[in-house]
């Protein structure tokens, strides 16, 4: 049977050129070679945990073990969180975190942000979106309110300021009433002078609390400090109670 003079050029160019197509297509999906002896910077196969928290003294993450997240644009977790959301893992060195809807804008979906894992050094890091360098801890780093932390007393009531930025103002009332104490709560924060005590609607004026100072004894390199004795407040004046229940501070 005579073949017509396409089909023949075509059977010779399969031919002649099969082997290299073959050898290329081989090349595409053979899996990418590893150095001998190279070694990752996290392995695959290690459990790594990222709750916690994650700051590199100018953003704090707070990773929670129920899925939600907390970040902050500076490293003092009392303050207001810029972003509050949720978070899934991806692998084993990626993890997303997503804010929740903003409904200020209810149509506009807020952007996610990769959170990529590694190791330098020895050392875990947190790379998290153009922030970079985070490093993990099962505590916050210290803020100026955690010298305020604590139950403090007096005979016009309570205040219970909390580490986690809580607080309860608990007014006594006047001897010998059958009236029941009155409370307010809701966050708190220190500028470095002032205690203020925020409430339920940002736009009340907060709460003024003042604390009262006195020098400390010397530290061990000679310098001097000072620590808080009492704070001045709404209803009256409060020392701070540890916890056996006495005054800290005579």
């Not at 790594?48 to 902050?72: E, P, Q, T, Y």
């Not at 059958?178 to 966050?187: D, T």
């Not at 003042?210 to 620590?227: F, H, I, M």
Request: hydrophobic share 35%.
């Amino acid at each position: 049977m005579r073949r017509s003079l396409p089909a023949v050029a075509s059977l010779l160019v399969s031919v002649l050129f099969a082997p290299f197509v073959g050898s290329a297509f081989a090349q595409q999906s053979a899996p990418p070679i590893i150095p001998k002896g190279a070694k990752l910077d996290i392995d695959p196969t290690e459990q790594i945990d990222v709750s916690g928290w994650w700051s590199n003294g100018s953003v704090l993450l707070s990773v929670r073990g129920d899925g939600s997240f907390l970040m902050w644009d500076q490293p003092n977790r009392y303050r207001e969180p810029t972003k509050r959301g949720r978070w899934h893992r991806q692998n084993y060195r990626t993890f997303w975190i997503e804010p929740y809807f903003d409904p200020k804008t209810p149509g506009n979906a807020p952007p996610r942000t990769r959170c990529a894992l590694r190791r330098t050094e020895g050392v875990l890091l947190l790379d998290v979106g153009d922030a970079a360098g985070l490093a993990q801890s099962t505590t916050p780093p210290l803020a100026p309110e955690d010298a305020h932390v604590g139950r403090w007393n007096g005979p016009g009531g309570t205040l219970d300021l909390r580490a986690d930025g809580s607080y309860s103002l608990t007014a006594a009332p006047p001897p010998n009433s059958s009236a029941q104490p009155s409370v307010v709560s809701g966050r708190w924060t220190f500028d470095g002078k002032v205690i203020q005590l925020f409430r339920g609607e940002e736009r009340d004026a907060p709460l003024r609390c003042l604390p009262v100072q006195r020098p400390s004894a010397p530290n061990a390199d000679g310098s001097k400090s000072t620590e808080t004795v009492a704070l001045t407040t709404p209803i009256g004046e409060l020392r701070r109670l540890p916890m056996n229940g006495k005054p800290a501070v005579k």
